[in-house]
């Protein structure tokens, strides 16, 4: 039979499991709020260890509270930052919107395993662990030490790693002719390091206009406690308690310079979760670009030679599919529909605050993991095992109707055109169709149309 004990709030009593740590306001939220399965994610409990291990350090700076709270509080922090305790932090997503709970749920675990590691109560959640603090600007800070955080850890290293693969792929292919294509239809000859080469600068573009986005997401909220004027706050906490911040993360973060704006205004994560989208686009036109180009293997493009990861039918033997390209599109269509959730969870303040936030950290959360793990997958299991099929790539680049296009200059556009059209209603090659039509000798048309010419580095 399980055990409980008994926490009271202003509420009242509240039976709580006897080996949780938590106290009375987490078990309101479980018992009130059964709403899926989503839980918060482990990254804003991250997060929060990290925001309430610099309050602790901040507060004792001003006098706040004494030693031995301070170190009872940052004990459990830094074993919560070990990896520690992760069952005590249960809550669901779908709860008070301003994630007062979650920010609760910080508290009491940390005063409970506090006191039991100083052997004394010592440490109140509200009083203690939440001094010069509201849920209203914790949770929000949490929100962008969590986004900042998991972009330039998890994100940008993976990305950093395809952009590493697609300059090494360029180099491994220089040379190499193949035909363009505008609209799914034949084009004029471009190299293959150069089309690879518009791959990688998609990923260094997407880079650049996340570290914009991230300069106002380096903008945090402390201070601001509970509407934005720093009621029961310490002067100057805010820039105490991130200076500790920015040591814990190495990243620079500051206090947002206006406080109103930090609790009611989400425009840092819309930002952010734009950048992700956009992100996400060009990771939808890699993948698809790829598994186009490896289509077949004998009724397809079949440019490209992709790896056989596993088998691809249940009922088709020897069938491999483009796995890795098919996952990281599903990938892009998930964050294209966070970022439309979060857009309408950033629109929703009213007043002082915004209490669309457990939404927007999940979806954030998500978007940044999925984005992570699928460029890292698709870098190591797909990319850098590309190979270019040079005997369908010249095939298809001496079968292109569109190589006439050299000869705009030399018999005119109009000429041009005949001569395209009339090549592909007899099933000619131009050269065929040229001579045969009158316009120019083989000579001439050696001369001219060569793909090496038709392209400029």
Known sequence: ?????????????????????????????????????????RSIIRSFAVLKKACALANFDFHKIDAKQRDAIVHVCDAILDGQYADQFPLHVWQTGSGTQTNMNMNEVIAGIGNEFAGEEILHPNDTVNCSQSSNDTFPAALHIMIATEINRQLFPKMDRMIETLHRLEEENQGIIKIGRTHLQDATPLYFSQELSGYRSMLEHSKSQLKSALNFVYELACGATAVGTGINCPEGFDQICIDYIKKMTDLPFIPDPNKFHALTSKDACVFTSGALKGLAANCMKIANDIRWLASGPRCGIHEIDIPANEPGSSIMPGKVNPTQCEAMTMVAVQVMGNDAAVGFAASQGNFELNVFMPVIAYNMDQSIRLLSDTIDSFTIRCLEGLKPNREVIEKNLHNSLMLVTCLNPVIGYEKAGEVSQYAYKNNLTLKEAILELGYLTEEEFDTYVDPKKMIHQ
């Open 1 to 41: 039979m399980e055990k409980y004990k008994i926490e009271h709030d202003v509420l009242g009593d509240v039976k709580v499991p006897a080996d949780k740590y938590w106290k009375s306001q987490t078990q309101r939220s479980l018992n009130n709020f059964k709403i899926g399965d989503e839980r918060m994610p």
